[in-house]
């Protein structure tokens, strides 16, 4: 078929390769002028590593990763350690993969390249999708500057502000979920002795959290310290308007500054700072329209506390592929894919949605008995019986999507 997919980040840079391998006629559209990203870490477990690894990415890849030793928990103030669950080696035996981290640019690169081997010239900057409109046979893609286009299916990967989920269901605006991301990204050769540890390393603390990790065989750091802001609209807090904004290493301290000395280091060496107001939308009870269908953010927005946004758009990726595999252009015949694909993915990407959430309300649990029970509880399992906590991934890191 011929399929446009609206945006060019992680989700349908991912979508493309993998449709294309399959044999479709992809393009992909971005509104961008080049293709880039802010620097920040992802984190992949072994679900989407086994994913890319599939579609031939890693290859591209691989020198720019960091294999962390562990995933921990620490308190935020004191540093002290509650939990440590070993990762290196114990992913690829349980899980059939390793768990990685990497620089966002990086992966992004990645999967251009790759793109560009199996499709090559099919990726466009600068074209802004601004609505779409269907008949039976095809749907025409209308672009910010007129021009019309038209395919047999659109794919709208284009984040939680989609233009595509907009005109697919009216009013349903991104709602400000209550927290904001502070973003940095540092040379491990600034830090010293004040480095943090070799793992994914959550700093948890009353109302506000923060993780480390290493990326790029672990020369640079990666900090993201997420705060409980209720109202956005403060002179000193983000707005809704930007989904990024330039932020203080002031402002991060009045954050951050009372708690270890390696976060403090972080942002005192970091330079430039970014925030993030984090925005989530409403679930759906349907991803597409026809010959309209979404992925990624677009689809399900989730927050970050459980690093599964760029895996579930890797997953959203490839049961798309396989729901429109050899079932013709049709117009029923598309749309009876698109609700197979929702169908195969909204109880798995639900969950995700629930147990990020959770995640985040645990690592802010307010100092008394409910938190000191809680990770005393998770201190001693991962200590003296790590396999209670290793089962509590099997379902999503062993998944073979």
């Given at each position: 078929?011929?399929?446009?997919?609206?945006?060019?980040?992680?989700?349908?840079?991912?979508?493309?390769?993998?449709?294309?391998?399959?044999g479709h006629e992809v393009r992909v559209l971005e509104q961008a002028p080049e293709i880039g990203e802010v620097g920040a870490g992802v984190q992949i477990s072994s679900n989407g590593t086994k994913i890319l690894q599939?579609?031939?990415?890693?290859?591209?890849?691989?020198?720019?990763?960091?294999?962390?030793?562990?995933?921990?928990?620490?308190?935020?103030?004191?540093?002290?350690?509650?939990?440590?669950?070993?990762?290196?080696?114990?992913?690829?035996?349980?899980?059939?993969?390793?768990?990685?981290?990497?620089?966002?640019?990086?992966?992004?690169?990645?999967?251009?390249?790759?793109?560009?081997?199996?499709?090559?010239?099919?990726?466009?900057?600068?074209?802004?999708?601004?609505?779409?409109?269907?008949?039976?046979?095809?749907?025409?893609?209308?672009?910010?500057?007129?021009?019309?286009?038209?395919?047999?299916?659109?794919?709208?990967?284009?984040?939680?502000?989609?233009?595509?989920?907009?005109?697919?269901?009216?009013?349903?605006?991104?709602?400000?979920?209550?927290?904001?991301?502070?973003?940095?990204?540092?040379?491990?050769?600034?830090?010293?002795?004040?480095?943090?540890?070799?793992?994914?390393?959550?700093?948890?603390?009353?109302?506000?959290?923060?993780?480390?990790?290493?990326?790029?065989?672990?020369?640079?750091?990666?900090?993201?310290?997420?705060?409980?802001?209720?109202?956005?609209?403060?002179?000193?807090?983000?707005?809704?308007?930007?989904?990024?904004?330039?932020?203080?290493?002031?402002?991060?301290?009045?954050?951050?500054?009372?708690?270890?000395?390696?976060?403090?280091?972080?942002?005192?060496?970091?330079?430039?700072?970014?925030?993030?107001?984090?925005?989530?939308?409403?679930?759906?009870?349907?991803?597409?329209?026809?010959?309209?269908?979404?992925?990624?953010?677009?689809?399900?927005?989730?927050?970050?506390?459980?690093?599964?946004?760029?895996?579930?758009?890797?997953?959203?990726?490839?049961?798309?592929?396989?729901?429109?595999?050899?079932?013709?252009?049709?117009?029923?015949?598309?749309?009876?894919?698109?609700?197979?694909y929702f169908n195969d993915r909204i109880e798995r990407a639900t969950k995700v949605q629930e147990v990020s959430a959770q995640n985040l309300q645990l690592f802010h649990t307010p100092s008394g008995?409910?938190?000191?029970?809680?990770?005393?509880?998770?201190?001693?399992?991962?200590?003296?019986?790590?396999?209670?906590?290793?089962?509590?991934?099997?379902?999503?890191?062993?998944?073979?999507?």
């Amino acid at each position: 078929m011929k399929i446009i997919i609206a945006g060019g980040g992680i989700g349908g840079l991912c979508t493309a390769i993998s449709l294309s391998l399959d044999g479709h006629e992809v393009r992909v559209l971005e509104q961008a002028p080049e293709i880039g990203e802010v620097g920040a870490g992802v984190q992949i477990s072994s679900n989407g590593t086994k994913i890319l690894q599939n579609l031939g990415v890693m290859s591209g890849l691989e020198p720019a990763v960091f294999e962390p030793d562990a995933i921990e928990m620490r308190m935020g103030n004191s540093g002290r350690q509650v939990f440590y669950l070993p990762m290196k080696d114990v992913a690829t035996k349980r899980w059939g993969d390793r768990h990685l981290q990497v620089f966002r640019p990086d992966l992004i690169e990645a999967l251009r390249a790759r793109l560009e081997v199996v499709a090559p010239g099919v990726l466009t900057t600068g074209a802004r999708v601004q609505a779409y409109r269907q008949n039976d046979h095809a749907v025409t893609v209308i672009l910010s500057d007129g021009t019309e286009l038209q395919a047999d299916l659109l794919i709208g990967a284009d984040g939680v502000r989609s233009r595509i989920r907009s005109q697919m269901f009216g009013g349903d605006n991104p709602v400000y979920t209550g927290n904001t991301a502070w973003r940095a990204v540092v040379p491990a050769e600034r830090l010293g002795d004040l480095i943090p540890p070799p793992t994914g390393c959550i700093w948890a603390g009353e109302g506000k959290h923060a993780v480390t990790t290493r990326m790029r065989k672990g020369q640079l750091i990666n900090f993201v310290g997420i705060v409980e802001t209720p109202n956005p609209l403060h002179d000193d807090q983000p707005g809704q308007d930007g989904w990024r904004q330039a932020g203080t290493q002031a402002q991060a301290l009045q954050d951050f500054g009372n708690w270890s000395p390696v976060i403090s280091r972080i942002i005192n060496e970091a330079g430039d700072m970014f925030r993030w107001p984090l925005f989530g939308r409403a679930p759906l009870a349907r991803w597409s329209d026809g010959r309209v269908v979404l992925l990624g953010d677009a689809a399900h927005p989730m927050l970050p506390s459980m690093a599964q946004g760029a895996v579930a758009a890797f997953e959203d990726a490839v049961v798309l592929t396989r729901a429109l595999r050899n079932i013709g252009s049709s117009g029923d015949a598309v749309a009876a894919a698109c609700s197979t694909y929702f169908n195969d993915r909204i109880e798995r990407a639900t969950k995700v949605q629930e147990v990020s959430a959770q995640n985040l309300q645990l690592f802010h649990t307010p100092s008394g008995a409910k938190r000191s029970f809680s990770f005393a509880a998770a201190g001693l399992a991962g200590r003296f019986l790590p396999e209670i906590l290793y089962r509590r991934y099997d379902w999503l890191y062993g998944a073979e999507v």
